[in-house]
Structure formats: structure tokens, C-alpha cells
């Protein structure tokens, strides 16, 4: 019997509501979280996904304590964040979407500051500072200008930034925005890192490909809405009604593709290189095994019956209507 791990963010039927300026069209408030009920375990890597004004920034804002909720609760290692706000926030790690870097600092000096505002004890510093520069991959930068940083190592400072006071959990909004491919490659592997040092990481993205890189577990929300959460695996094989299925053989003379067309319950047969088929399949694993045996007694050799995964971005895409609040 397994064991659930602790929780590291709880929210529990959380709520924000905005009022609207008298005048404006439609209706008189907006509602960017609407009754969430999340569990975020010790040691996931966490997506929070959704369409454009779903809600995702203002419920990361609430969870560090900088916005107050307009109904609910949220507790975040164990401490309630309304009640004891400063206690919560000394162990979160936040990354805003768009975040202040000083041109004219030196990248230790950057650092040594965001330490001392956290009230780390003064002989800690020097060390911590150089231990995020190691973890980061900017030792060769530790007395160089931010100006002249390129925007995947400025990328990495800022979660040095947050990671400084060594929190447990760190919260990134966006933080791959603008990156290039070995950019997007390299923060990927600094997050993994993180999380292998016991950080629980919540993260949003619009990059959906890297989050099915990174995440263990995925929420989607829309509409301030909860969709759908779970284990990413989990979440991939709900969001299908139809499960792709790949057969490769080894007979250089047997029609798979017309063999395939003609079976129940297969549609969208394609060819695949050198001698394959790739289909959507309506049945279970009984019914697939089924079709792999009449395979071979029709005299195809198969050396390979392989799922094709559903992309996070077509689950998402079937479950949000694109609804923004």
C-alpha cells in the first residue's frame, strides 16, 4: 500500500473576485478564481496550464501571500498563509513573469542583495551566494554586469533570486518566456536539479511541450475553473477518447494499411516508414490484442505494437473552451 506524500500547497475552495469600475461593459465583478480545490504533493513538479486570463498568475500571487483571497484557504508547508503570511513566505521561492534586474549590479552583488532582504544571517551570505552561482551555472559570471548578460543566463539569475534563501517550494510564472531552444534546454535541466535537491516547483507555461518535459503533475484550469488535475500520465490518457496505436512488421508484402482499414473500431490509418502502420483504436487492451493476433495469423510478422502519446496540448486544447475571465 502506497503512501500518500505530504502535502505542499493546499488550497481549499479558493475564490478571488475583482469589482469593476462603475461603467464598464458586462458584468460588475470578475472572477479570476472560482472555488479551487488543489493538492500539490512534496517533491512534484507542478503545472498549472490554461488559456490566456484563466486565472493562473492571480492564483501563484495568492499562493505567495501577495494577494489576499477573496474566499478560501491556503496553506503552504504546513502554515496557513493568511494568518502567518511572513512565516509561509520564508519558504516559498517566487518568480514573477516579468521581473526587475539592475544593469549596473554585478551578478554576486545581485544576488548578496536579495539575501540580505530576506534576513538570511550575514555569515551565510557569502556562501550561499556562491553555492547559487554553482547551481546556476554562473560561477564564470559572479563579477560580471547583469547588463551584459544574455536573456537565458538573466533567466537563470532570477531564480537564483528566488531560490537564494533556500525555500522549499519555488513558484515560477512564465519563466521560460523568450528563451531560446538551448535557453528553454538548459532551464529544464536547472529545474530539474532544483527538484532533485527535495524543492517542490510550481510552475506555469505557455511552452506546453516543455511542461510535459519537466512536470510530474498537471492542472487546467479556465475561467478561475478547475478542469482537470493528476498525474501528468494520467491526465494525458483522460484527455483521449481514441488511443493511437503504432504496429511495426517485418513481411515486405503484406498490405498493413489496408488490413487495418478494414478492422472495427480502427479509423486515421497512416503508413509509417519502412513497413508500419500508425491508427487511432476505439478498443481496450484485450481488443488490441486481438487485433495483433488475427494480425499474425493473416501472416504479418509483427516485431512491435507500441502507444502513441497524446500531447498535453491537444488534451488541453479538448478540455478548454479558450474561455478567458
Request: a negative charge; glycine letters at 14%; hydrophobic letters at 45%.
Amino acid at each position: 500500500m502506497s503512501v500518500e506524500a505530504p502535502a505542499a500547497i493546499v488550497l481549499e475552495n479558493l475564490s478571488k473576485v475583482y469589482d469593476l469600475p462603475p461603467g464598464s461593459a458586462g458584468a460588475a465583478q470578475a472572477v479570476a478564481a472560482d472555488n479551487l480545490n488543489l493538492r500539490i504533493a512534496a517533491g512534484e513538479v507542478f503545472g498549472l496550464v490554461g488559456p490566456n486570463g484563466a486565472g493562473k498568475t492571480t492564483t501563484l500571487k495568492m499562493i505567495c501571500g501577495l494577494l489576499v483571497p477573496t474566499a478560501g484557504r491556503i496553506v503552504v508547508n504546513g502554515i496557513d498563509v493568511e494568518r502567518d503570511p511572513e512565516a509561509a513566505q520564508g519558504g516559498i521561492g517566487y518568480l514573477a513573469d516579468f521581473f526587475s534586474l539592475y544593469d549596473d549590479l554585478k551578478v554576486w552583488e545581485y544576488l548578496d542583495y536579495f539575501a540580505h532582504a530576506y534576513k538570511m544571517a550575514p555569515e551565510t551570505i557569502a556562501g550561499r551566494v556562491t553555492e547559487v552561482l554553482g547551481v546556476l551555472g554562473l560561477e564564470g559570471k559572479r563579477g560580471a554586469f547583469i547588463g551584459g548578460l544574455s536573456r537565458g543566463m538573466k533567466q537563470r539569475l532570477g531564480i537564483g533570486r528566488a531560490i537564494i534563501h533556500d525555500p522549499q517550494v519555488l513558484v515560477l510564472d512564465e519563466p521560460a518566456v523568450g528563451l531560446d531552444p538551448k535557453g528553454r534546454i538548459e532551464f529544464r535541466q536547472l529545474v530539474r536539479e532544483l527538484n532533485g535537491q527535495g524543492k517542490t516547483v510550481l510552475i506555469t507555461s505557455h511552452l506546453l511541450h516543455d511542461l510535459e518535459e519537466m512536470c510530474t503533475s498537471i492542472a487546467i484550469i479556465e475561467r478561475g475553473r478547475l478542469l482537470r488535475s493528476g498525474r501528468l500520465g494520467q491526465i494525458l490518457g483522460e484527455g483521449v477518447r481514441e488511443r493511437r496505436v503504432r504496429i511495426m512488421i517485418a513481411s515486405p508484402g503484406f498490405a498493413l494499411v489496408e488490413w487495418l482499414s478494414r478492422r472495427e473500431g480502427v479509423t486515421g490509418v497512416t503508413g509509417v516508414a519502412p513497413i508500419g502502420a500508425q491508427f487511432s483504436f476505439a478498443g481496450g487492451e484485450a481488443e488490441l490484442a486481438s487485433l495483433v493476433k488475427a494480425l499474425v495469423v493473416a501472416g504479418a510478422s509483427v516485431y512491435a505494437v507500441e502507444p502513441v502519446g497524446e500531447t498535453l496540448e491537444k488534451v488541453v486544447m479538448g478540455l478548454s473552451r479558450g474561455e478567458v475571465t
